[in-house]
């Protein structure tokens, strides 16, 4: 578990947009990074979509969004275009 102010362990992953995710390239950038069990299931839409609505808070704050679960990237891919995601 981290805490505010911890250093994020270095990390890598591919993005549903063909991008890559990298903890090293944000490094000295806000970003927020959240985790959910798994697209198009109740909670974790309800979830995505409140980031989604927020995503301008985020950014006038100075910081990027991404969310993180298990399933694959084309599951990634429809879940961001059912629910007009405007984050990685």
């Given at each position: 578990m981290l805490?505010?102010g911890d250093?994020?362990?270095?990390l890598?992953?591919p993005?549903?947009d063909?991008?890559?995710f990298s903890?090293?390239k944000?490094?000295?950038?806000?970003?927020?990074i959240?985790?959910?069990?798994?697209d198009?299931?109740?909670g974790?839409t309800?979830?995505?979509?409140?980031?989604?609505?927020?995503?301008?808070?985020i950014?006038?704050?100075?910081?990027?969004?991404?969310?993180?679960?298990l399933d694959g990237?084309e599951k990634h891919?429809?879940?961001?275009?059912s629910?007009?995601?405007?984050f990685?």
């Open positions: 805490n505010v250093k994020v362990p270095e890598t992953a993005l549903h063909g991008k890559e903890t090293t944000l490094s000295g950038k806000p970003y927020v959240y985790f959910y069990p798994k198009f299931t109740p974790c309800k979830e995505a979509c409140i980031f989604r609505d927020r995503r301008a808070d950014i006038e704050a100075g910081a990027e969004l991404f969310g993180v679960s990237l891919k429809a879940f961001a275009e629910y007009r995601l405007n990685r």
